[in-house]
């Protein structure tokens, strides 16, 4: 992994507490930056940008660095106090209530990047005020590909913003409600062919138990979820599923639709990993032989032909 | 085809008033048992159990008869009406408001079955009253394999009934919400082992827009939807699925999971069809081609790898 390109990652970093039927976390390792950037962390270096208070665990900072995560982009406010999100699960798990926000450090946070930094050429924009994710590119010098993040929060509060981004990355990730939410069109085909026509030549739409759809030019890819019977926590899963995604790209270095197809599939290996335990608790014990396994899983519940035998 | 094994078929016939976004039609053929048994028709010789009033045009009849389907078992009650659904689907097509049901001679009809019928091998339960499905069960002689599809209405009305049909059959059909509803699990994986644990083998979750989901014994299969930018008219989508999936099972007189699963593709290539025109329209004009086409078009879709290259 030594000779991969870098993947930049800029989102948020958070001590979430979360309750699901199955049990609940107080002050866990948390944010969108942090899921995304150790599920990335398993395919290509990851360089991090967020922010943090004084409050921020030296033994999360110290995890993250053991996943070879470069760490010079993550601000720290020593008087300030880190991001925290409080919130609970019900037995729909798709469905998160959100008891407590507070923004703290992350307010005020301007995204700066390190030198090193400017000349990334896997660039991933995770959730975060879309006015944000434009700094970014605006400090990024001549990346090979952009990918973004969002949630309704945005849409419904920075839309100018958010479509300026999508004018200007190659690859947008939505859920299918948020893609809905920001077209106007009921149907996801026609929703995320809208969003490619505001720019962004690939558009993932994220379905969560119903899985995950590509689109691509004129391609259309639907990868399926793992079936997995007990969910621990579902906080995190469309943040390690784009990890996941931008790690595999960057790894290969290529831009092809095949290997988008395949990013995908190891995006949502991520995600089904990373939702079987707390915060990131599953993500600390997970070995390239899991991701190994848990990708051919997704052969056998997608493939309807022999696998040695692929021809109609 | 013609040393194929015939698929049983019992259901009910109807004519169908339907109006969606994309129009309208007034008295046309529908009815899970016409629905399912065209569908099968493409893989397999169909024979049909159902009942008609006096009022069902000759025509219907002739096009059945066109598709090669076998009306012996189809009951004339020539003093009678056929029975009449009339309903609606506004923009999201998941949802079938009903403007009226008129029973009719359906109301009355006790299924019986021509003696050659009671040798079916391959027998498909179409959406009826259980009570009713189990008095076609009785009149079979020895069956190869047994297919049930259901509804709310049955679960809410007629749960005991369905409980004993369910007890029988090797695969039962249900779309995700009955799933839930049956078993009162909120889980769809949960629920599908629970509706296996309660008698079929193979459970086949049918979700619309997200595809279908084959469970059989230990495996699990999903298969996405065809994505249609246009749908003209839902009605009749899982029962054009269950004949596509039974018609191609019979076909092959085999009942490997390799099987099930090419059935499940085969069954969402007849549903997406189907969905592009009204009443059963579009298979009017279905060719061998277009499936075949379809069938394809699918792998694209599922596949991640190069189709010839299915190692990891």
Known sequence: MENHLPVLIVGSMALDSVRTPVGAVQDAL??????????????????LVG???GDFPQAHLDFLASRGIDLAGVQTVAEGKTFRWAGYYDF???????LDTQLNVFADFQPSLPEAYKKAKYVFLANIDPELQLQ??????????????????????????????????????MND???????????????????????????IIKKGEHGALLFSGST???????????????TGAGDSFAGGFIGYVASRNDQSVATLKKAVVYGSVMASYNVEDFSLNRLRTLTGDDIANRYRAFKEIAYFEALDDASV
């Open 220 to 234: 259309h890819f639907a990868a399926p979820s793992y079936p997995l019977e007990e969910i621990a926590d579902p």
């Open 51 to 53: 922010v943090v208070g």
């Open 177 to 203: 409600a948020e893609a809905r939410q920001l077209t106007g069109q009921l149907s996801v085909i026609k929703a995320a062919k809208a969003l490619q026509a505001m720019g962004p030549k690939t558009v």
């Open 92 to 98: 729909d798990l798709n469905i998160a209530h959100t």
């Open 136 to 173: 970014v590119l605006n400090q990024v010098e001549s990346p090979l590909l952009t990918v973004c993040d969002t949630m309704n929060f945005w849409i419904e509060g920075k839309r100018e913003a958010l479509v300026e981004v999508l004018k200007r990355v190659d690859i947008a990730f």
């Open 30 to 47: 948390g944010g969108a930056a942090d899921y995304s950037g150790v599920a990335a962390s398993f395919f290509s270096p990851v360089q």
